[in-house]
Every structure is written in structure tokens, then in C-alpha cells.
């Protein structure tokens, strides 16, 4: 039955509706995309034998955490697998599962990330070690401390430099390493990054300025990368709360709520999907994204309700601002148990060895 109209208003309104309509439309399928994007992607692109297996990986700091879980991810798939920490005596365990696991082969390499020129050094030994590279996962981290700027320390300068070497030089320095490698195998580079390069974290300054300056780093990269026609991709991965035993042991000190932690074993999954799907950026867990999309879009209210937070501590009197001040009160072991570490025999309070 074809339309009629009774009054020639009748068709103005429905194309207005239309008009307004169309747009609406689009705007709610892209709004639904963002949001569940990473939850499909994530899904769609996990890792298998079909598609990984024999891939030639890297991934740095992987003695415990999301590292120790990807290294296993990889090697349930068959891959070979160069795992990395500082000392060689961490990774005994992570190689033994690997091993048990599957991987086609495993390579323990150690090398100190807080000093330039080590990521270059680690990224030549994996790619000589496994006869290349395919897939670079650039995952390790600098301790860094709750502070706040107006109370930090008088030789908190030297911290930040620490801070920023560890996790975003020796993160640029590693990606230049590898992109020869990477270029003749069409592989894959991806870099860890952290939803606090994206939201107003308070107390934490060292740890989301670091990760900042990566996405910067990132977004040049690939950019040049398409501009040059290079076959490699470069992912990011932008990850939230995650389970690993610091962050169970300093978050509870931080929040006076309970804070949702992810599985790190989830974790991974959703990061080895980055090179298998060759995606831009994923987020994980995929519920952080509506935040990071708020704190985009919004940030005046996204920083405001941040402010209002009540489960954010607003006194860090609890920290022990030197080592020297802790000491008096605690002895050593439990000044570790106190701050918690991120790696074995490194202290985060005193940023050296144990």
C-alpha cells in the first residue's frame, strides 16, 4: 500500500523524524561499539594453536603477574616464549610451567630495565635465542609510591627519573629494538599501559605520568608505522585493577572500599587477543572503558565525582615517607610486607636491592 499523506505536514513531520532519527541511530550503535568492543574483541580474537602456535615471543617482565600469565597464555599454545625479570632465579618457576604446559620452547634472559641500553640488549638476545621475533609484549613495571606532590620527599626527582626510565624509556627503547625483528616476520608489538593514563588517579603521579608519555609514544608510533607502510602492528593494551599479589597487598591501604580485581589470567587472554586480532587498543577488564570514555568525553565531572570519592583515602599518613622513618618501627621483613614489592629482592620503598 503505498504512503499517503493527508496534510502536507504530515510528511514534513515524519522527515523530520527521519532526519533526526538517522543520526540518533548512528550515535547509539557507535556508543554501543565502544562499550563492548573490547568484551567482543576480546573473545573473537582469543589465542589458539591454529593461530599462534610457533609464533616467537617476548615478553618482559614476566616472573609473576600478568607477564608470568602471559608467558603461560602463549605457551598453552605452543609458542616459543622468551620470558624476562632482573635475576635468572625468579623465572625458575615461570620456566618449569611453560615447559609443563607446552611451549614449543622457552628462554630465560635477565636484565635490569631501570638501566639504558638493558631493553635493547634483552630484545637482541630473545630475537637471537628464538631465531626472531613475532610478537613483542612490552610488559614491565617500575615500583612506584603513593604520595602526594606538595609531601613528596626532598629526592623524589631521582624517583620520578627512576619511575619514567623503567616504564616509559626502557618501553621506547625496546619498541626501536624490535622493530627490525618484528618488520621481516610482519609481527607484533604491544605495549602495556594502564587506565591511570586516562582517569585523574590522585597520590599517584610517578606511575600515570610514565604512562602517559607511552600513549603519546604509542600514538606517534603507529602513526608512523601507517605512514611508512611498515608490516608491523603495534597494539596497546589499556588494563584496570589487576589481581596480582602487590596490588591485593597495597590497594586495601589506599581505598577504604573494596576494589573489584581482575583475574590476571583473564588478563592475559584478553591481551594475547591484541596481536591475533592485530587490534589498535583493547581495554581489560572490558567494564573500564565506560569510564575511560566518561573520563574523555567528561572530564570536569569524571574529576569532580573522583574528589567526592569516599572510598579514597584523603590522608596517606600512613605511608612511611623515608625508610629511615619506617625502620624505626618495623623491621625490614615487615617493612616489605608494609610497602610491598614488585619483584624479587627490590624493595618499592627504598627502590633497591634487598
Request: glycine share 8%.
Amino acid at each position: 500500500k503505498p504512503l499517503t499523506f493527508r496534510t502536507p505536514l504530515e510528511a514534513m513531520n515524519l522527515l523530520a523524524k527521519a532526519v533526526l532519527g538517522l543520526p540518533l541511530c548512528l550515535l547509539a550503535f557507535g556508543l554501543a561499539r565502544s562499550l563492548l568492543f573490547d568484551l567482543v574483541a576480546g573473545r573473537w580474537h582469543q589465542a589458539s594453536r591454529e593461530n599462534s602456535a610457533g609464533k616467537r615471543v617476548l615478553v618482559t617482565g614476566s616472573s609473576r603477574g600478568i607477564g608470568e600469565a602471559l608467558a603461560h597464555v602463549y605457551a598453552e599454545v605452543g609458542a616459543h616464549v622468551t620470558v624476562h625479570a632482573r635475576s635468572l632465579n625468579s623465572l625458575q618457576e615461570v620456566v618449569a610451567e611453560c615447559r609443563r604446559r607446552g611451549a614449543a620452547s622457552v628462554h630465560p634472559i635477565a636484565a635490569d630495565l631501570s638501566k639504558p641500553g638493558e631493553a635493547a640488549r634483552l630484545v637482541a638476545a630473545a630475537a637471537a635465542a628464538m631465531g626472531g621475533l613475532d610478537i613483542a609484549v612490552v610488559n614491565h613495571i617500575s615500583p612506584s609510591e603513593f604520595a602526594t606532590v606538595a609531601r613528596a620527599a626532598p629526592d623524589s626527582a631521582q624517583g620520578q627519573r627512576a619511575a619514567m626510565q623503567t616504564n616509559y624509556f626502557s618501553y621506547a627503547e625496546a619498541a626501536r629494538a624490535a622493530l627490525p625483528h618484528l618488520e621481516k616476520s610482519a609481527g607484533s608489538l604491544v605495549l602495556i599501559s594502564s587506565a591511570a593514563a586516562r582517569l585523574p588517579i590522585p597520590y599517584c603521579y610517578e606511575y600515570c605520568a610514565s604512562k602517559r608519555a607511552l600513549g603519546g609514544f604509542f600514538s606517534a608510533l603507529r602513526q608512523e608505522l601507517a605512514l611508512n607502510g611498515s608490516a608491523v602492528h603495534a597494539g596497546l593494551a589499556l588494563i584496570g585493577s589487576i589481581g596480582t599479589e602487590s596490588a591485593r597487598r597495597v590497594l586495601p591501604k589506599y581505598y577504604k572500599v573494596s576494589i573489584p580485581l581482575a583475574s590476571p589470567a583473564d588478563t592475559a587472554m584478553d591481551i594475547a587477543a591484541i596481536p591475533v586480532g592485530r587490534l589498535r587498543e583493547l581495554a581489560s577488564p572490558w567494564t573500564i572503558r565506560p569510564v575511560v570514555l566518561l573520563a574523555e568525553f567528561a572530564p570536569e565531572f569524571v574529576s569532580s565525582r573522583c574528589s567526592r570519592c569516599p572510598g579514597i583515602s584523603r590522608d596517606l599518613d600512613w605511608w612511611p615517607w623515608t625508610v629511615a622513618e619506617a625502620a624505626t618501627a618495623l623491621d625490614l621483613q615487615q617493612l616489605i610486607d608494609f610497602v610491598g614489592c614488585t619483584d624479587i629482592g627490590y624493595c618499592s620503598a627504598c627502590r633497591g636491592e634487598i
